[in-house]
């Protein structure tokens, strides 16, 4: 079971901004642990979009931007795009588990 | 160019040995700093880490998963095997293997996955 807990939908109008959650623990992203993020087409494999809780590769808009605070981490995608509607997943590191977890993932729809 | 492509049977019966093939291009897995980790993803649920194999042989695995899970390479043929002990319903699912890329954060190397196969989808049903 995903121990990173995202809310299981967020929706909004083009042009518009939208916030992913993602919540941890003090064993995964309050211990430190940097927090990854992946988009996932209908279909698809995921894509990273977010590495290391603020950075963004290449190839990537920079209408995307990555955070984090404390046992949570979020992800901003600002002037919101019909090609932004997928699944996004956070990934970390928990020490309790010896190892990489992900969230339980966010459905983006544009309106 | 980097690319990963998994193999294996479409569908395992229950109590059987599912063996997944991870075939490795535009890389060396006995390269310094190389680590490919495999993923899965039952339909229409989250992603699930299940093991990680390094250029040097060290092995990690999904504690939960970890009495049924054996990952192994051949550097001859650049390829990374998977098999997954007494398969179930449960264990249905795409699985992924990716190529994990390392940095040093603060005291700890952490990774994130990147590029990923195109992912092959297992069913386990009698």
């Known amino acids: 079971q995903s121990i990173l807990t995202q809310s299981p939908s967020v929706s909004g109008a083009p042009g518009q901004r939208v916030t992913l959650s993602c919540t941890g623990s003090s064993s995964n992203i309050g211990a430190g642990y940097d927090v990854h993020w992946y988009k996932q087409l209908p279909g698809t494999a995921p894509k990273f979009v977010i590495y290391g809780n603020t950075n963004r590769p290449s190839g990537v808009p920079d209408r995307f931007s990555g955070s984090k605070s404390g046992t949570s981490a979020s992800l901003a995608i600002s002037g919101l795009q019909a090609e932004d509607e997928a699944d996004y997943y956070c990934q970390s590191y928990d020490s309790s588990l010896s190892g990489y977890v992900f969230g339980t993932g966010t459905k983006v729809s544009v309106l | 160019q980097v690319t990963l492509k998994e193999s294996g049977p479409a569908l395992v019966k229950p109590t059987q040995t599912l063996t997944l093939t991870c075939t490795c291009s535009?890389?060396?897995?006995?390269?310094?700093?190389?680590?490919v980790t495999w993923i899965r993803q039952p339909p229409g649920k989250a992603l699930e880490w299940l093991a990680r194999i390094d250029w040097d042989g060290d092995k990690f695995y999904n504690t939960a998963l970890k009495t049924r899970l054996t990952i192994s390479k051949d550097t001859s043929k650049n390829r990374v095997v998977l098999t997954m002990t007494n398969v179930g319903p449960v264990d249905t699912a795409t699985y992924y293997c990716?190529?994990?890329?390392?940095?040093?954060?603060?005291?700890?190397?952490?990774?994130?996955?990147?590029?990923w196969g195109q992912g092959t989808l297992v069913t386990v049903s009698s």
């Open positions: 990716a190529r994990a890329i390392s940095y040093k954060s603060g005291w700890f190397w952490d990774n994130w996955f990147d590029p």
């Open positions: 535009g890389f060396s897995l006995s390269s310094g700093g190389v680590r």
